[in-house]
């Protein structure tokens, strides 16, 4: 190259980072007193009432009323003995500062208290459980999905009602804080209300649902009798009862 002469030069371009938010829904255990092997008897019994209610859902424990779990060996001995039973934990939340503090040393992430649905939690202090009031302040956006929700997608509506023009397949997901209609067929997972709202509804063509969630209160594939109507169907609460009826 001669002096002088200028050089063309290959400039790399590089894609910027994407950063983008992503919803899932996680369970969280509560733990009250030490997790022995009574805590693990219940735990296991629960399991085997609903186990497709955890399937595949992120994990978070709850220590607000948990005894003890401020070392090391204890929250790696508890992850592992959750973890045994298919239960995917990632983190911990309403923990103490040596909670929190053994929890990230375990590899797992401190949050901070997540709101439940419904909320009924007793406070450290002996307080009784608050249920709060459904609130839906304003009309909100509903979210229209025009095509199938194949299995393993999820698909949530966070603040009004989400409209599915198509079926949804086993192993997918919808949610949303209002309303779901679904113009089809529902095999997978439904949850409405998810923000405490009891007076949401399911409302689906034809009925063939591994879950089916308003408000926190859920029923499975497994409590589904031969009676349950599968056609033109709305799901909704009635008190503490999750009803199931046809269309009328």
């Known amino acids: 190259m001669h002096p002088g002469k200028s050089a063309t030069r290959k400039v790399a371009t590089l894609k910027p980072i994407q950063i983008r938010g992503r919803f899932f829904t996680a369970v969280a255990l509560h733990l009250s007193g030490r997790p022995d092997a009574g805590f693990f008897d219940a ?15 992120p994990l978070v424990i709850d220590l607000e009323q948990a005894e003890g779990l401020e070392s090391v060996d204890e929250i790696l001995r508890l992850t592992d003995d959750l973890r045994a039973r298919n239960l995917s934990v990632f983190g911990i939340q309403s923990g103490t ?85 679904i113009y089809g067929r529902l095999r997978g997972r439904a949850l409405a209300g998810v923000n405490g709202d009891t007076s949401a509804r399911i409302f689906c063509h034809a009925l063939d649902a591994e879950l089916l969630a308003i408000a926190g209160l859920y029923r499975t594939s497994e409590n589904l009798g031969p009676d349950t109507p599968r056609d033109n169907v709305q799901v909704w609460l009635d008190g503490e009862k999750l009803r199931i009826e046809s269309l009328k």
């Open 43 to 57: 735990l296991d019994a629960r399991l085997a009432q609903v186990p497709l209610f955890f399937d595949n859902a």
């Open 97 to 181: 500062a040596a909670q929190a503090a053994a929890a990230r040393a375990a590899g797992l992430i401190s949050l901070a208290g997540g709101r439940d649905v419904p909320l009924d939690r007793v406070s450290r202090q002996g307080s009784r459980p608050e249920t709060p009031a459904p609130v839906r302040e304003a009309p909100q956006p509903t979210r229209m999905v025009t095509q199938p929700v194949r299995s393993g997608q999820m698909i949530f509506a966070d603040r009004g009602d989400l409209v599915i023009v198509g079926s949804v397949s086993s192993g997918a997901e919808v949610i949303a804080a209002g309303n779901i209609h």
